[in-house]
Structure formats: C-alpha cells, structure tokens
C-alpha cells in the first residue's frame, strides 16, 4: 500500500534560516511524489513536482529512492513561506489515487 | 477558464440528517478526488474517480459514505444520517490524469450540529 509520513506537525524558524521539511513514502514501484501548499485563505496547490528538478519559490527536492524520502528544502526563509505543506504521491498505475501525507505547517518569524 | 468549484462553501446540519456535496471539476479533466481535511488529521483521501468508475474508494470512512460522478464531470459526495465528527472540510480535486498536477476547489465546510 502507498504511504506519505510527514513526522513534523509544525516547524518553527526565524526568517533568513534554512527550512527543511521532511517527507518519507512506502510504495513498491516507482512513484511520483508532489509538494502541495496551502496559504492562508487560500486553496491547496502544487508547489513543485520531483519531475520538473526545478526550483519554485526558492524551494527545492530531490527524490532519494534508497531513502524513500522527498525532502523540501530552502535556503533562506521568508515570512510568506508561512504556510501548511502537504508531501503527496501517485503511483504508476491508472487506479491509484493521489495519497497526500498529514502536513506540516511552517512558521517563518521576523 | 473556471477552476474546480464547489458547493455549498459552508453546510450547517443537524445530526441524523443527509447531505450532498457537489464537485464541478475543470472541463476535460478525467481524474477527480475527494479528501476531507480536518485539524490534526491533515488531508485523508476518501475517494478517486477515473472517468465515471471509482478505481479506489478505499478512503470512504463508513457505509454512511457515497460518490459518484456522472458524465465523466460533476460529482456529488452524499453523507447519510450524519455525525458531529463528520465536521470537516470537504475538499474536491480535478486532474488531467492520474499523474498530473491536481487543481483544488475551496473546500465545503461541513459542521454537524
């Protein structure tokens, strides 16, 4: 079965520090794992995806498959990066759905 | 174009009583979700539609729980005799496919009184 653990609920920096938010998954071929984001008063969307190997917002991940794990990272943190931040995967076949991970919110003081 | 849409943005209910939860998702899109977020429990998956087959409803909590999508688009999420902790958000989501970027709608705000 497909599985995303996010082990932090919530992930306090100051502005300026560097941000790594953790994400592992459990699934028995190859995925594709997703970063969705969810601002304040605002819908939940895609931040980044590990195919596109860009960087969105200053933020960035890289797929580790001998770790299973999907970390988002960012140098330098900005107070608008407050947010809640989902790690999501799908599977390669058509049945399966977009598992989503619990969340971690993020909260970037001055 | 429009984004996924969602009605109603807010249902008030009394306990025991049946609700319906709409979902008009973008135009063409053939993958269409639905999660339930609530605190603490971040987003549980409830439900996947490829076309108008369901693939995997292994997410519905109860036998109280049901979707279904009709002409490849709208999809309504009924909850029979519901409960105070069926209180959450109800979001829907569209994709192109099952491995694309899923565009969300705003959510309907369940509260069961």
């Known amino acids: 079965a497909q599985r995303v653990t996010q082990p932090e609920k919530l992930l306090s920096v100051f502005k300026g520090a560097p941000v790594e938010l953790k994400c592992n998954y459990s699934y028995s071929g190859s995925p594709e794992l997703f970063w969705y984001v969810q601002y304040s008063r605002q819908r939940l969307q895609l931040l980044l995806r590990h195919i596109s190997r860009e960087s969105i917002k200053g933020f960035t991940a890289d797929l580790n498959k001998g770790e299973t794990s999907f970390h988002l990272k960012k140098p330098f943190a900005q107070e608008e990066d407050s947010a809640m931040y989902y790690c999501a995967l799908s599977g390669h076949q058509a049945g399966t759905a977009l598992i989503f991970g619990k969340g971690t919110t993020l909260s970037v003081s001055s | 174009g429009a984004g996924v849409s969602q009605s109603p943005s807010n249902k008030v209910t009394e306990k025991g009583k049946d609700v319906e939860l709409r979902c008009d998702p973008i135009s063409g899109h053939t993958a269409l979700y639905w999660y339930r977020q609530s605190l603490g429990q971040g987003l549980e998956f409830l439900i996947y539609?490829?076309?108008?087959?369901?693939?995997?409803k292994s997410g519905l909590p109860s036998d109280r729980f049901s979707a279904e999508r009709t002409g490849g688009s709208v999809s309504t999420l009924t909850i029979q005799r519901t409960q105070q902790e069926d209180s959450a958000v109800y979001l829907c989501?569209?994709?192109?496919?099952?491995?694309?970027?899923?565009?969300f709608g705003q959510g309907t705000r369940l509260t069961v009184v």
């Open positions: 539609f490829q076309g108008n087959s369901a693939p995997d």
């Open positions: 989501a569209s994709s192109p496919n099952h491995r694309g970027e899923a565009f």
